[in-house]
């Protein structure tokens, strides 16, 4: 993945490097090898030329010559299509289709929570609220991290994009594992975090988030 601005290619991705869906397309690109200008953007303040591209102006918010993609299931499912090598998502449709159940679920039951805490606004009872009911839902989830290699799967999948984001920001928003109820989830963040396209998509504050 090229991070430097000089070096141009034909695809740009608008990414928030703070942002755990801006996380997901990069480590979708590095797992695929693709190299891409990445255009760091403060979501909270995103440049006139975001707006020009995407009318919700958010991010992460991907251009390949003169397609503008935005959300991010949108986004990794096209770099999955477009760069079919290694493929991210199963060969069958039943298969597949849980896939994509598994990120819809990942988006409802943590990615709205740990938003709420990333932002760190909405005062202390609707922090207090995302905290534990996101805490609950991820210690719930710890042991279908036992059934297979990856979460849900045999082989490393679009859903594992979405899911290392999430558990990658846990140190960071004080959220606190009991190491026997997430022993399989702990072995999982183990070799998920140390996977080459995991550490290539890493920004620098997201480095710093898990010191």
Known sequence: MDFNPIRRSSMTLYSDPRDHYSHRVRMVLAEKGVTV????????????????L?????????VDRELVLYQSTV?????????PHPPLLP??????AQ???LMHRIEKDWSGRLDVLMRGRGGERVLGKAHRELRESVVGAAPLFAEKPFFMNEEFTLV????????????YVEVDLPE?????????MQKIFARQSFRDSLTELEVEMGE
């Open 37 to 52: 200008d990445i255009a760091d953007v403060n979501a909270r303040r995103p440049p006139e030329e975001l707006g020009d």
């Open 54 to 62: 995407n009318p919700y102006n958010t991010v992460p918010t991907l």
């Open 75 to 83: 986004i990794i499912e096209y770099l999955d299509e477009r760069f």
């Open 91 to 96: 060969v069958y449709p039943v298969a597949r």
């Open 99 to 101: 896939s994509r159940l």
């Open 160 to 171: 594992d994009c979405c899911v290392a984001p999430v558990l990658w920001r846990l140190k």
């Open 180 to 188: 026997r109820q997430t022993r399989p989830m702990s072995q999982y």
